[in-house]
């Protein structure tokens, strides 16, 4: 398997460089972060949630939680849970459910990060699949994602 290519193609056109890593299979944050060999902190996590209707992607360290109560309040929303997977798997046509990159401006969704990931030089996502992440450094995500950030999540234990 590779990136989707609209994935790949958008980094390339952004002239950023990125590396490209493949996996034994994982559907977890923390199995993926096993699999490669890293702290489950160092891997970006993508949960979508909705907020009054709306679907927003929210990237957390692997090893955190969102802290709904916590990102509603950022957001000022009167209502926020975690999105059904039949809420957004559309959304993501290219990508295995629960597999998502956090580059949301590639689905037209609100990105927020946060802000205990950009303390890394570098950001470590999947790429599409649960077999497969892109690492590259925060600076040229938060360039290319333009993500708003903020306090929400919490370790678990």
């Given at each position: 398997?590779?990136?989707?290519?609209?994935i790949?193609?958008?980094?390339?056109?952004?002239?950023?460089?990125?590396?490209?890593?493949?996996?034994?299979?994982?559907?977890?944050?923390?199995?993926?972060?096993?699999?490669?060999?890293?702290?489950?902190?160092?891997?970006?996590?993508?949960?979508?949630?909705?907020?009054?209707?709306?679907?927003?992607?929210?990237?957390?360290?692997?090893?955190?939680?969102?802290?709904?109560?916590?990102?509603?309040?950022?957001?000022?929303?009167?209502?926020?849970?975690?999105a059904?997977?039949?809420?957004?798997k559309?959304?993501?046509?290219?990508?295995?459910?629960?597999?998502?990159?956090?580059?949301?401006?590639?689905?037209?969704?609100?990105?927020?990060?946060?802000?205990?990931?950009?303390?890394?030089?570098?950001?470590?996502?999947?790429?599409?699949?649960?077999?497969?992440?892109?690492?590259?450094?925060?600076?040229?995500?938060?360039?290319?994602?333009?993500?708003?950030?903020?306090t929400?999540?919490?370790?678990?234990?």
């Amino acid at each position: 398997m590779s990136i989707p290519k609209h994935i790949s193609e958008f980094l390339d056109s952004q002239r950023v460089w990125y590396q490209h890593f493949t996996h034994s299979l994982a559907y977890t944050a923390q199995g993926i972060a096993h699999a490669q060999h890293i702290s489950g902190k160092h891997l970006a996590k993508v949960v979508i949630v909705k907020a009054d209707g709306n679907l927003i992607m929210a990237v957390v360290p692997g090893n955190h939680r969102v802290d709904l109560q916590r990102l509603g309040e950022i957001l000022n929303a009167d209502s926020i849970r975690l999105a059904a997977e039949d809420e957004f798997k559309d959304i993501f046509p290219d990508c295995e459910l629960g597999a998502m990159p956090p580059l949301g401006n590639l689905y037209k969704l609100d990105v927020w990060v946060d802000a205990s990931l950009n303390s890394h030089p570098h950001i470590l996502f999947n790429a599409g699949s649960h077999s497969e992440t892109i690492l590259m450094s925060i600076a040229d995500f938060d360039r290319l994602v333009q993500p708003k950030i903020g306090t929400f999540s919490v370790l678990m234990h």
